[in-house]
């Protein structure tokens, strides 16, 4: 690890001016590019306290062993240059696009004497023109199929063109009518290249014009009785329309733009874009990178626009742009896009109408891009093994920590302060784990004693239902349990990791009681995690030490830096950002937030809908409902005997009693008053208040709600 201060350029060697700079390894290789305003300014910030810096940027300097820099005129240049070098010296620490040369285009050859219309991959070639991104190659052959009925333009290969030159006979497509067939001189090079400019004309979006001019072709040859003629063009005018119904329009404008979204988190970040040509989606495609250095949303797109326009020019780079962020400065970028189209280019943000509402289709696809990615991240075995065995090495345990919990506080400036716990078994989740708590100790913020109190609360349970089973104590075993259930009978140990073992319940068959319910806080972690830096680590290492449990490990994990603490550590752990261990880790304890902050707005949301039933003990929802059918308003509820409210199924004397109790207690609310007339308006109360409705239960609400309250 180099030390940065040892190659650090004297600050007035560092022009005030314009340029790109590259860091160097000991290897001489380029390990980062970057571009600046001025470059004095710039790097004066990398060769700062390293306890400042971001770890992923610390990383980087402490790897480099040299800096240089190249001035330029303009910000414009800077941009250009930064992009080249990107491209030429594959740096690892940029943030890398996938490539995107595995997605088709549909390529007509204009640079061939009798041009081809084919699908093509790969880098661009000068005098080819491009239409797409698809998202697959079965899209241009359907396109195709539907549009060589009206332009039968050559599809077929150099070796095919030649031997039907050689021998006098055209392919099939030629018999067919799907293929003009130049290639025994049916038609000369000068119509056959017309006819290919009049299949990008319609793929270029002007299609209006061309159908106008078929329709009216149709009508002369019906008027001159040439019945035939016009039938074959009312079927080329039905194929066109049905090519062009595969794109709806999106953009009634015939908007010509690319929409660009991003989707990111602290690790990763998914970039969606839709090319929009005469108003409709012509071509999608996106990619997911790794951000392997602090950037901001902005920087984000202009690396995006960097992937999309390095190499276009012309017309492949719309009028408009439109982004979710702009770049920072502006005007390099925008003043660069104006000189790759050679005409102007807007780059904004769109505020209102349809590109607004077709931002969010493109932003939702952008989101479920990186789920997704995620998804199939998280669910491949291999890498949850890899990510479980970097954990057990970063943190030094003795073996891979098959069973997770992340511990989490959430609370209301204060009030409704709650905790959540969530387990992760194998790398994946386990919903029926989850536990959510009421912090009871004590009242008002304190989000260590918060988590030293969850973490006492939980582990004080697991060891009285050790003791309550008779499994606390074992002579034959060291650490107090007994050998059978401290490896679930071997299931761990027989290859959880490879077989999912701990999924298919094997590992339980001795945690349950004798009616087969699961026996709750039975089963003890490898490894806790709480959301938090030193002080919750402490917090809930020392309510281990507390209950005598010592063969658990602790760890947190800050937000703000992704620092790993562990108990008794000045300094964090710091994973590699590319590792799968501190992606899971990150995985664990945002879904511990997801789950804490769901159970506080929850609490939130019924203490505010709180009614007068709401303090009747024992008086469930279902009977709050029926009192509220029957009576059909609290008012009404109210002024009834407790002869009446005993005539409600399932409402006996005493409960009546009880109910008709806690309602006189309860003070009525106050009339509302016409403030016109001063008059009381003698309203009916609500048919059913807020505390006592049933509400529906959101989608997805199962999930929310599976954790059991403790």
Not at 20 to 33: S, T
Not at 136 to 152: G, K, N, S
Not at 262 to 270: C, G, I, K, N, R
């Amino acid at each position: 690890m180099a030390d940065p201060s040892s190659y650090r350029p004297t600050p007035g060697d560092i022009p005030d001016s314009p340029g790109v700079y590259r860091f160097r390894d000991e290897h001489r290789r380029v390990i980062y590019v970057g571009k600046a305003k001025s470059l004095r300014q710039r790097l004066a910030n990398y060769f700062q306290d390293l306890a400042n810096l971001h770890p992923r940027t610390r990383t980087m300097v402490t790897t480099a062993a040299s800096v240089e820099w190249t001035v330029v005129s303009t910000e414009v240049e800077a941009l250009q240059l930064e992009y080249s070098w990107i491209k030429e010296y594959d740096p690892r620490f940029n943030v890398k696009y996938r490539d995107d040369k595995s997605y088709p285009y549909l390529a007509v050859t204009m640079n061939e004497q009798f041009p081809r219309v084919q699908v093509m991959r790969g880098h661009k070639k000068k005098g080819v023109r491009y239409f797409g991104p698809y998202a697959h190659a079965w899209a241009i052959r359907d396109t195709v199929d539907l549009l060589l009925r009206v332009f039968p333009v050559r599809t077929c290969s150099a070796g095919v063109f030649k031997n039907a030159s050689r021998t006098g006979r055209p392919c099939l497509l030629g018999y067919i009518g799907k293929c003009s067939a130049p290639c025994v001189d049916r038609i000369s090079a000068e119509e056959h290249r017309e006819l290919a400019e009049e299949f990008c004309d319609f793929m270029a979006g002007r299609t209006g014009t061309y159908l106008r001019r078929l329709e009216k072709q149709m009508m002369a040859a019906a008027d001159e009785m040439e019945y035939e003629r016009a039938a074959r063009l009312r079927d080329d005018i039905e194929a066109l329309k049905k090519a062009m119904e595969k794109n709806a329009v999106v953009l009634a404008d015939a908007t010509d733009a690319d929409l660009i979204a991003v989707a990111e988190d602290e690790l990763e970040a998914a970039v969606q874009i839709f090319h929009v040509r005469g108003g409709r989606v012509r071509g999608q495609r996106g990619w997911v990178t790794d951000k392997v250095e602090e950037v901001t949303t902005g920087a984000l797109v202009e690396h995006a626009l960097q992937q999309l326009y390095g190499e276009e020019s012309g017309d492949a780079v719309p009028k408009e742009v439109l982004v979710p962020a702009l770049p920072e400065p502006v005007e390099p970028v925008q003043e660069w896009l104006t000189g790759r189209r050679g005409s102007n280019v807007s780059l904004r943000i769109p505020q209102r109408g349809d590109k607004k509402a077709l931002m969010e289709t493109v932003q939702r696809n952008a989101q479920q891009a990186l789920a997704l990615h995620k998804t199939k991240r998280a669910s491949d075995l291999t890498t949850r093994s890899r990510a479980l065995e970097e954990i057990a090495g970063a943190l030094d345990l003795d073996s891979a920590p098959l069973r997770i919990e992340c511990y989490d506080i959430s609370h209301l400036q204060g009030d409704d302060v709650v905790a959540s716990m969530v387990v992760f078994e194998d790398g994946l989740q386990r919903k029926s784990e989850y536990r959510r708590f009421q912090i009871k100790g004590f009242a008002g913020q304190d989000d260590v004693r918060s988590m030293h109190e969850v973490i006492t609360r939980r582990f004080r349970r697991y060891l009285a239902e050790k003791e309550r089973t008779g499994e606390w104590v074992d002579e034959t075993s060291e650490d107090g349990v007994t050998g059978d259930d401290a490896m679930g009978n071997g299931a761990m140990g027989n290859g959880a990791m490879g077989n999912g073992a701990m999924g298919n319940g094997d590992v339980r068959e001795g945690l349950k009681d004798d009616d087969g319910r699961p026996r709750k806080f039975a089963y003890p972690p490898q490894l806790v995690v709480v959301d938090g830096g030193p002080p919750q680590v402490a917090a809930a290492q020392r309510a281990l030490d507390e209950l005598g449990i010592d063969d658990i490990a602790v760890c947190g994990l800050a937000k703000r830096l992704e620092e790993v603490w562990v108990p008794g550590e000045d300094d964090p752990v710091v994973l590699p950002r590319t590792s799968e261990g501190l992606y899971l880790l990150q995985r664990v304890r945002d879904e511990a937030h997801r789950f804490a902050i769901t159970y506080q707005r929850t609490k939130r949301a019924k203490r505010f809908r709180a009614g007068p039933l709401d303090d009747v003990p024992g008086l469930g929802e279902t009977r709050k409902q029926a009192l509220i059918k029957h009576f059909g308003s609290v008012k009404k509820l109210r002024a009834a005997t407790v002869t009446q409210i005993q005539e409600v199924p399932g409402i006996g004397r005493k409960t009546a009693e009880t109910i008709a109790a806690a309602l006189a207690r309860a003070a009525p609310a106050a009339p509302a008053v016409n403030t016109a007339t001063g008059e009381i308006i003698e309203d009916e109360e609500p048919e059913t208040t807020a505390g006592d409705s049933g509400e529906p239960v959101p989608a997805g609400a199962p999930d929310e709600r599976r954790g059991q309250e403790t």
